[in-house]
């Protein structure tokens, strides 16, 4: 892990460049977090794991995932952070010694047993404590740490306060930290209400997150929302800590977590992308370094609730939360992908992603180069005949643009409001 040097309180001190890791809730999604800037990745296999909604990875996938990845310099880490009851304990043993077999370079852990199985098996690949063990608190980490675990999740109810303080008294473990993403109203998870309704186990991967249904309102059985009302939820808003990222750094946190392996893959590369850019800038020049608004502007391109802070600062009040006051709207839409780039004729090839049309225009992002923008002038389909509009999902098409792009940039139509 790279080290930079920044002044800090009058004095020049020497702090760790983190890893970003990203999800992936599938292959494409893994390449694509890897393509736009992941240090490493998480994801989920078909057992031992939460997300059991998400597309799961085979053995086979995940060894094309760690491949593609270490052939980026990028790290896989599998969740295997399920909370074990006894018909779940079959075959835990042959699952994580394929996983070592294959070059896993990590899992996230929450039951104890596992904890002690992986590290009793000496394996080569490292054993993470999940954020789903709620660890607040540095004696939690040094009991962590004297089992021989590798690094620590923190709980997403930790403070920033905490935070310096735990890293000053466990200086020499890694520490983990959520940076975006969904938030769960329950603390670090331990909801029942999915199995209260659904009889969909939160902690065995199946939580159908009921706090982000619409319910009614009752006091002493009168029905309180009137007919018009929005019905209530209960969920959080996403927490982005997007502007607090160099105070994170020059405490010393080892990586930074994004939330997100059911995100689809527009969201991935522009979170992934954003966070990218934001700490490699920070760690060219942290002396000199501005914040600046772009960075949350370009976060809020992709499909997010309203943004808070999460536990940052302290306990969430009543403003950090979404009751009926739903936003997931994106100020700009997904449209393309960009499979190929002819220089000599100036024509990209695209996959169409969502409507537009001619005379659009469109946003190009990218992790090899600064966004551009351009306006769609001319549409041809794959027998070469020009067409008004792209409506048809994934096709193939065609669009003149005088500047150079790359293979899997991706395009948003601007929206003017």
């Not at 996959?351 to 041809?380: A, C, M, W």
């Amino acid at each position: 892990m790279k080290e930079i040097s920044k002044i800090i309180d009058g004095k020049r001190v020497i702090v760790k460049k983190p890893e970003l890791l990203a999800p992936a809730g599938n292959l494409e999604k893994l390449k694509i977090a890897v393509l736009y800037g992941a240090d490493a990745v998480f994801l989920g296999g078909k057992e031992f794991s939460l997300r059991s909604a998400a597309s799961n990875f085979s053995l086979e996938d995940i060894q094309e995932g760690v491949e593609f990845a270490h052939k980026h310099h990028s790290d896989v880490h599998v969740t295997c952070n399920i909370i074990l009851h006894n018909d779940n304990l079959a075959g835990i043993k042959e699952y994580l010694q394929a996983l070592d077999d294959i070059g896993v370079d990590a899992i996230i852990v929450a039951d104890p047993y596992i904890m002690m199985l992986a590290k009793s098996m000496h394996l080569s690949l490292e054993v993470h404590v999940s954020t789903q063990m709620s660890t607040l608190n540095s004696s939690a980490i040094r009991f962590y740490q004297n089992l021989g675990m590798d690094r620590v999740v923190f709980g997403r109810e930790t403070t920033y306060e905490d935070v310096k303080v735990i890293r000053q008294k466990c200086p020499d473990i890694d520490l983990e930290y959520f940076i975006h993403g969904a938030m769960c109203i329950a603390y670090s998870g331990r909801c029942m209400l999915s199995n209260y309704f659904s009889r969909r186990d939160a902690n065995r991967g199946g939580c159908n997150q009921s706090c982000r249904w619409n319910y009614d309102l009752y006091e002493d059985d009168q029905q309180v929302n009137g007919e018009g009302d929005v019905p209530y939820t209960m969920g959080s808003k996403d927490m982005a800590l997007v502007n607090h990222i160099p105070e994170l750094i020059e405490c010393g946190i080892d990586s930074f977590k994004i939330e997100g392996r059911m995100k689809s893959l527009h969201y991935i590369a522009t979170v992934v992308s954003t966070y990218r850019k934001l700490i490699d800038a920070y760690c060219a020049d942290p002396d000199h370094f501005v914040m600046s608004d772009w960075y949350e502007k370009e976060l809020e391109k992709s499909a997010n609730r309203a943004f808070c802070t999460g536990f940052f600062y302290d306990h969430p009040t009543a403003d950090e939360q979404l009751y009926n006051n739903r936003d997931e709207h994106p100020t700009q839409e997904f449209v393309m992908r960009v499979i190929d780039y002819d220089e000599d004729k100036q024509m990209m090839k695209i996959e169409q992603r969502n409507y537009f049309k001619k005379g659009d225009e469109i946003e190009i992002f990218s992790p090899h180069q600064s966004n551009l923008y351009f306006t769609v002038e001319k549409i041809y389909n794959e027998d070469n005949v020009e067409v008004d509009v792209a409506n048809h999902p994934m096709e193939i098409l065609y669009i003149p643009v005088n500047q150079k792009v790359y293979v899997n940039d991706m395009g948003r139509k601007v929206r003017h409001e």
